[in-house]
């Protein structure tokens, strides 16, 4: 097993949750043993069978390692994709989020973050940046052991000046 009861894992798209209880259930005739998670905030419930971890992309917190990485991220003034239309940005977003990399929700949220400076933002794009800047802000303050509203401070003031330095790329 890679997870015990009270261990906190990450769900893509759904963000931190805690491992509230590891069951044995009868599916379509076949017993499973499944984690019971409970979403952070939310109380949302997900039941994964521990033989799909792995598909779903189910993972640990990150570490204090990857936490300065995830800043370095934040901090890169380079846009990925800003002359691809809104709906080709946001098709690659959602991949990003749904994929489970810590590394690309940040993605997502420099991009979104520093291109609503340049252009207006479509509708899905905002919720898009709304999601990306909840997930990073709850991961981060699980791996910090510091309070969101601080994180949020921080991401806050990464994004103040609204300038993009160096170079714009596409992918």
């Known amino acids: 097993m890679l997870f015990k009861i009270g261990d906190r894992a990450v769900y893509p798209g759904q963000g931190v949750t805690e491992i509230m209880g590891i069951e044995s259930k009868q599916i379509s005739g ?27 992309g189910l993972r640990k917190v990150i570490g204090n390692a990857e936490v300065e990485t995830i800043y370095r991220v934040l901090k890169d003034r380079v846009i990925t994709a800003p002359q691809q239309t809104w709906n080709r940005r946001y098709r690659s977003y959602v991949e990003k989020i749904n994929n ?44 910090r052991a510091t309070g969101e509203e601080d994180i949020a401070l921080e991401l806050d003031s990464i994004f103040a000046d609204g300038r993009p330095i160096g170079a714009y790329v596409s992918q």
């Open 100 to 143: 489970g990399s810590i590394f690309d929700v940040a993605e997502v949220l420099r991009d979104l973050s520093l291109l609503k400076y340049t252009k207006p933002l479509s509708f899905g794009e905002r919720k898009m940046l709304d999601q990306a800047r909840s997930l990073l802000v709850k991961e981060l303050s699980v791996a």
């Open 30 to 56: 076949n017993t499973e043993i499944l984690y019971m998670l409970r979403v952070l905030n939310t109380n949302r419930k997900i039941m994964i069978p521990v033989s799909k971890v792995g598909s779903v």
